[in-house]
């Protein structure tokens, strides 16, 4: 699924991540922790290859990204790759169902193929009702859930979350863990989460510990 080889990455004379390698697995829940600094977001941010290591691999699905030309690396972030932010980053003049279709679009995808999948993530969302309703008129959670829908809408090989929980309330907190895990089952989806989120950590199949731009060490939830 995913491999990092010795990724290094520094912005000037700052190490931010010092030789990381691990290893991924289809259908995996993995979070990432650590304190502040160390290197959580970067090493996110490198997977879903929105930023570049200065040295070492990455490779998706056998793929390396280093390798694709700046429109086929966009291609393949779109469509192989979902991105879920702390805050939803909808855009607030279109409807949810609209947000949710907007990647698809940017694939090529066609309407009624598009259209069909959205509902259908919305119903598994429970927030079916709200498809018409622009963000501003929907609750911090049912945003949420609309951004984890528009980043499942082309069902991408894994999904990346930077704190997806971390400006929602408790119950809203624990219904959106849960949905990582329905998510999982349902569709055999791979999601990697960083997290300051202990509860969250706890109940993923593994915790990657970083610290100081490295990995030392990794908990396995044992069956």
Known sequence: MIDIKGVT???GAL???????????????????GPSGAGKTTLLQIMG???KPDAGQVLI????VAALKRNK?????????????????LLPEFTALENIMLPAFIAGKGEKEVRQRALELLDFMKIRERAE??????????KQRVAVARALINNPAVILADE???????????????????????????????THDEELARI?????????GLIYTEDTIKE
């Open 15 to 33: 190490q931010v991540l010092k030789g990381i390698d691990l290893h991924i697995a289809p259908r995996e829940v993995v979070s990432i922790v």
């Open 133 to 142: 309703h622009k963000p501003n008129e929907l609750s911090g959670g049912e």
């Open 164 to 194: 997806p929980s971390g400006s929602l309330d408790t119950k809203n907190k624990t219904e959106l863990h849960q949905l990582f895990f329905d998510l999982r089952d349902q569709y055999g989806q791979t999601f990697v989460i960083v």
């Open 9 to 11: 990455k520094s912005f």
């Open 49 to 51: 290859t929105l930023d």
């Open 73 to 89: 690396l966009a291609e393949f972030r779109n469509t192989q790759i979902g991105f879920i932010f702390q805050f939803h980053q």
């Open 61 to 64: 699905n056998g793929v390396d």
């Open 204 to 212: 993923t199949d593994r915790t990657i510990h970083m610290r100081d």
